[in-house]
């Protein structure tokens, strides 16, 4: 892990996935993972940003994960952590941990 923290990406839309009813809307996933992430690795930086999937994208990695989502690659939401898809539909901490702890982070005693 860099000085600068880890970047994880939460993409979603407005709209509630087809396939995940009954999940938590994509922003609320990405509040959800902020807020789990804060507590369970306290003062560990990282910077999280939601990427609405409906919106104009200007960078180019970004914009094609969000065409591979309307093409139905992908679920939404989707997570990635360092360019790796941790989790999409319905999201859970496990694997973030896991992958997070990969990067470096510790869970503090």
């Not at 919106?55 to 094609?64: M, W, Y």
Request: charged share 30%; with cysteine; glycine share 8%.
């Amino acid at each position: 892990m860099n000085e600068k923290g880890i970047n994880i990406e939460v993409y979603g839309a407005d709209v509630i996935c087809a396939s995940c009813v009954n999940a938590p809307s994509s922003k609320d996933t990405y509040e959800w993972l902020e807020a789990a992430i804060s507590r369970k690795y306290p003062g560990q930086p990282f910077r999280i940003d939601y990427i609405d999937i409906e919106q104009p994208i200007e960078d180019p990695v970004r914009a094609d994960i969000a065409a591979r989502i309307k093409d139905d690659e992908f679920f939404y939401p989707l997570v990635m952590i360092g360019g790796e898809v941790v989790g999409e539909g319905y999201i859970q901490l496990k694997p973030v941990f896991r992958e997070l702890e990969k990067h470096g982070f510790t869970v503090e005693a």
